[in-house]
C-alpha cells in the first residue's frame, strides 16, 4: 500500500470528521429555523452536478442517520425501556445497536417518502427516481428535528408518570404540530393551493406515513 496514499486518505476522514461536528449542528438549527429555505436548498443541491453539493450542509440521509445514532445514545443513557412484548426479531434489533439504527432510518424514512410521492401525485408527475429525489431530501431534512425530539418525548412517555411523561408528551406533540405546520406550508409554496387544502394535504400524509410505520413495528414485533 502506497503509505502517501494512506495519508491522504486518513487527511481527508479527519478533515469530514472534524466539518461535521461543525455542520451538523449548523444545518441542524438551519431546519428548525428557517426549515422551507433549507427544504429549498436540497432540491436545488439534488439538481447540481454531484461535485460540490451540499458544500455548506451535511447531506439529508446522512444528516438522519447521524441523528439516528444521536437518538440511539440519549436513549442509552437515558436507561430508555426496551418493548417487553417484542417478539424475536424485534428483540434482535432491539439488542444491536447497528440493526437499530437501520431500523429507525428505514422507519422515519417513510414520512419523507409519502411527502414526496403525494406532492408528485398532486403535480401529475410520473415517480422516477430522478422526480422522486429532490423532494425525498428536502423531506428528509425535515424529518430530522422530528427524529430527534420525537425520540427525546418518548423516552420521556417511556417513564410512565410525573414530569417525564407530562414533558414527553408536550415534546411529542410540538414536534407533530411544527413537522405538519412545514408540510402545510410546503404543500402551498409547491402547489399553489389554499392553506386549508395545504393543512389538509399535510395532515394526509402524516397519518399515512404514522400508519405505515404502526403497521411495520407490528410486523416486526410479530415475527
Aim: aromatic share 14%; glycine share 6%; hydrophobic share 55%.
Amino acid at each position: 500500500m502506497d503509505p502517501m496514499k494512506l495519508l491522504r486518505s486518513l487527511e481527508e476522514f479527519l478533515f469530514e470528521a472534524i466539518a461535521l461536528l461543525f455542520f451538523y449542528p449548523v444545518t441542524f438549527f438551519r431546519i428548525l429555523f428557517k426549515p422551507l429555505a433549507t427544504m429549498r436548498y436540497a432540491e436545488s443541491e439534488e439538481r447540481m452536478d454531484q461535485e460540490g453539493r451540499y458544500n455548506a450542509a451535511v447531506s439529508p440521509p446522512l444528516l438522519l442517520v447521524l441523528t439516528l445514532v444521536l437518538a440511539n445514545f440519549i436513549g442509552v443513557a437515558a436507561h430508555a425501556p426496551q418493548p417487553q412484548s417484542a417478539g424475536p426479531f424485534a428483540k434482535m434489533i432491539f439488542d444491536s445497536p447497528q440493526y437499530l439504527v437501520l431500523f429507525r432510518g428505514l422507519l422515519f424514512s417513510l414520512l419523507p417518502l409519502v411527502g414526496a410521492v403525494t406532492l408528485l401525485g398532486k403535480q401529475n408527475v410520473a415517480v422516477s427516481r430522478n422526480a422522486l429525489r429532490p423532494y425525498f431530501f428536502a423531506q428528509c431534512y425535515l424529518t430530522v428535528p422530528f427524529t430527534l425530539f420525537m425520540t427525546l418525548g418518548g423516552i420521556g412517555i417511556a417513564r410512565g408518570e410525573g414530569t417525564p411523561l407530562l414533558m414527553g408528551t408536550v415534546i411529542c406533540i410540538a414536534c407533530c404540530l411544527w413537522l405538519i405546520t412545514v408540510q402545510a406550508l410546503w404543500f402551498k409554496a409547491k402547489l399553489s393551493r389554499s392553506l386549508l387544502a395545504s393543512v389538509l394535504t399535510a395532515l394526509g400524509v402524516f397519518f399515512r406515513a404514522a400508519l405505515y410505520l404502526v403497521l411495520v413495528a407490528v410486523l416486526v414485533n410479530w415475527l
